[in-house]
């Protein structure tokens, strides 16, 4: 008998609208009289399942192909172990529940007279839904007992040359999570279900919602810059399993199988980007704005090698010095980020600057530190204008920008030297700022009848 942990899950009953949604589709196919075992076009083909597995060898909502919407919730532990151990298991049963399309199930102490499921997402199928939960570096402090099982290399981020506009109440946590899906009101309904498990246990520390759309051509989603982003992303396969899962070998067994996420809130300075010539927006990314490097011809496909020798007509650099593809090639990372738009904010007055958002309490879908108290309010006299006009909000007060979300084998050799160059040497590091970060273990998948982290709490 095979000692190999059993991560196969029971089955699987999709909701009733995916079975209609798939049953209509091979009737379809059937009355067009596609015959059997005939390959169909990718433009016909019946649409993939909307159902990811939850249980596995690793967390769903890592490698899984990227889903449309995300939402991350950071909470900080107010119970003790036990009330820890209560969390993720309320979690588990959650998350199994409603990568399937199932209702939230009973939390273990639901108070009397309370419906278990909120009903938003009646109906509606899981659309790929994915929850993914992380560890921070405070669980592992003296109030749980778990000094001794620390990861290995979950270590605090350092401190980064132009870190200054860090919110540390919209940053780091005692847990994570991540829910990922192709459908934003099933993740409206996810959240509220997942913070509705925490009262009496932990506090929710921040959130945001992010979004990215993918081309029809198959290239990489864009970014907010207009730019592609995640063009070097590994290509599924052996490379990219060395980049993210754990070493086995430097790790404790509750971690085999797991990862590290690194997490990075970066607000774009879009009105600097949109005034900057399209040439020294080039030069900045080391792209056109179609992909192709500076070092191939313009429309060459965005996949093309970069040639970090090739020289321009002026014979210098046809890639420059301090262009972020040539700051960056050299350092090998999955990423998995998302765009955020929080809009304008109405009550940055002009002249506040770039920051001057002093709003508290808007919701969940705007990701400020709501629900607990916590609010923002920084302001660091960057201009506006920027065609609003006199008494108008002006167009520094709109916060959009990334969600970084690098999943990482060894965070201090593949995340840490990267940010450092970025934040020095890299010319794209003028339009960004950042303003919140964190750092979690990313515990194993597992199987069913077991709950998240069960070897470590």
């Known amino acids: 008998m095979s000692s190999d942990p059993d991560f196969s899950a029971p089955t699987v009953r999709p909701s009733r609208r995916a079975v209609l949604t798939h049953g209509a589709a091979a009737a379809t196919a059937a009355a067009v009289g596609v015959a059997a075992g005939t390959q169909l076009d990718s433009a016909d083909a019946a649409p993939p399942s909307p159902v990811v597995p939850f249980y596995g060898e690793h967390q769903a909502g890592i490698v899984t192909e990227q889903q449309s919407n995300v939402v991350l919730a950071a909470f900080d532990v107010t119970a003790g172990r036990a009330g820890l151990r209560r969390l993720l298991d309320d979690w ?47 669980l592992f402090d003296r109030r749980f007992g778990l000094a001794a099982r620390r990861p290995a290399k979950l270590d605090p981020l350092p401190s980064f040359p132009g870190d200054d506009a860090l919110d540390e109440v919209r940053s780091g946590g005692d847990l994570i999570v991540q829910l990922c899906a192709d459908d934003p009101q099933v993740l409206s309904h996810a959240f509220l279900q997942v913070r509705a498990t925490a009262p009496g ?13 993918r081309p029809s051509n198959g290239h990489a989603p864009r970014n907010l810059l207009g730019q592609q982003d995640g063009t070097a992303n590994p290509a599924p396969g052996p490379d990219r399993d060395r980049l993210v899962w754990v070493d086995k070998s430097a790790e404790p067994a509750w971690m085999h199988g797991g990862t590290y996420l690194v997490f990075r809130r970066i607000r774009l300075r879009l009105p600097d980007w949109s005034l900057t010539p399209v040439a020294k ?26 040639d970090l020798d090739a020289k321009d007509a002026t014979g210098g650099p046809a890639i420059p010095a301090r262009a972020h593809v040539r700051q960056m090639h050299r350092f090998e990372m999955y990423r998995r ?13 002009p002249g506040h600057g770039a920051d ?62 990267a940010q450092h160059v970025l934040a020095t040497v890299d010319d794209l590091n003028r339009f960004l700022q950042t303003t919140g970060s964190g750092i979690f273990a990313v515990p194993p998948g597992l199987r069913p009848g077991r709950s998240l982290a069960a070897g470590l709490v």
């Open 92 to 138: 588990t049963a959650l998350g199994a529940a409603l990568s399937e399309g199932r209702p939230a199930p009973a939390r273990k102490q639901q108070p009397a007279g309370l419906a278990a499921d909120s009903a938003i997402a009646s109906g509606l199928d899981p659309a790929r839904f994915t929850m993914t939960v992380g560890l921070g570096p405070g």
């Open 201 to 213: 246990l932990a506090r929710l520390r921040w959130s945001d919602t992010g979004f990215i759309s």
């Open 281 to 306: 927006q080039d030069q900045a990314i080391g792209r056109r704005v179609d992909g192709s490097p500076l070092s191939a011809p313009a429309g060459a496909d965005p996949s093309t090698p970069l």
């Open 337 to 349: 980020s998302y765009n955020y738009d929080r809009g304008f904010d109405p009550h940055a007055a």
């Open 356 to 417: 001057g958002h002093a709003s508290a309490g808007h919701g969940h879908g705007h990701g400020h530190g709501h629900g607990d108290g916590h609010g923002d309010g920084h302001g660091d006299g960057h201009r506006h204008g920027h065609g609003d006009g006199d008494g108008h909000v002006g167009h520094d007060s709109y916060d959009a920008g990334l969600l970084f979300l690098t999943y990482t084998q060894d965070p201090a050799r593949q995340f840490v030297p």
